[in-house]
């Protein structure tokens, strides 16, 4: 019978602990960060890693001595080309954003799994640093083999759009004799008109002889 009544109130004490810590946190300041990173391959071979980060005070409260580090990088797959894997910033008020940008190179085929960037930052209310993490990134194929594009499948493709209901695919040599008959059609139509206008012509010629 104890322990029935003794479980319950447990709860009910750590459920209002957790509102009250919550209530807590939410007068200072919460620090999100969104991490992205794309790959664009170069005419040399290589591949450059452009990363992005995003950083939001979504509290109340003025967060001080904000500091980003994302050196989950290894020095063995990847050489900066440009910018820096940390920035530091005074301060990030309440709903203030603030972006960091930086550029690696690629020296080695991987397949990449990058960890979340580190936010640090002190508040007032207390003495220890805090910390948050950005969002990670999902695995980067880097230096991957990545087939040609071939530009009559893009042609083909193309024709397929705006023809979605034909379900047909077009040969080069078919399209070549629709355009060269429609440019004998066109000739022949200019020659008729002008053999016409020809023969108009001569008619009021005609005319003009016989009543003079």
């Known amino acids: 019978m104890a322990n029935?009544?003794?479980?319950?109130?447990?709860?009910?004490?750590?459920?209002?602990?957790?509102?009250?810590?919550?209530?807590?946190?939410?007068?200072?300041?919460?620090i999100v960060a969104h991490k992205k990173a794309s790959l664009t391959r170069l005419k040399t071979g290589s591949e450059r890693v452009s990363v992005s980060i995003d950083v939001y005070n979504q509290g109340s409260a003025t967060?001080?001595?904000?500091?980003?580090?994302?050196?989950?990088?290894?020095?063995?797959?990847?050489?900066?080309?440009?910018?820096n894997t940390s920035v530091s910033w005074e301060r990030l008020d309440a709903g203030a954003v603030v972006s960091h940008s930086f550029e690696l190179e690629a020296k080695t085929k991987t397949i990449f799994y990058g960890a979340p960037a580190v936010i640090t930052f002190r508040i007032p209310t207390k003495a220890a640093l805090q910390?948050?993490?950005?969002?990670?990134?999902?695995?980067?194929?880097?230096?991957?083999?990545?087939?040609?594009?071939?530009?009559?499948?893009?042609?083909?493709?193309?024709?397929?759009?705006?023809?979605?209901?034909?379900?047909?695919?077009?040969?080069?040599?078919?399209i070549f004799v629709f355009f060269s008959f429609l440019f004998l059609f066109l000739h022949a139509i200019v020659l008729w008109r002008h053999l016409k206008f020809n023969r108009l012509r001569n008619?009021?010629?005609?005319t003009d002889l016989l009543y003079q």
């Open 203 to 206: 008619c009021w010629q005609n």
């Open 63 to 83: 967060a001080y001595d904000v500091t980003l580090t994302d050196d989950s990088w290894s020095q063995d797959i990847f050489s900066v080309a440009s910018g």
């Open 131 to 174: 910390a948050a993490y950005s969002t990670a990134i999902p695995p980067l194929d880097v230096l991957g083999d990545r087939p040609p594009v071939k530009k009559f499948d893009w042609v083909r493709f193309d024709i397929n759009l705006q023809t979605p209901l034909l379900d047909l695919e077009i040969h080069p040599i078919t």
């Open 4 to 30: 029935w009544i003794v479980g319950p109130v447990i709860c009910v004490i750590a459920a209002v602990l957790l509102v009250t810590s919550t209530v807590a946190s939410s007068d200072g300041p919460f």
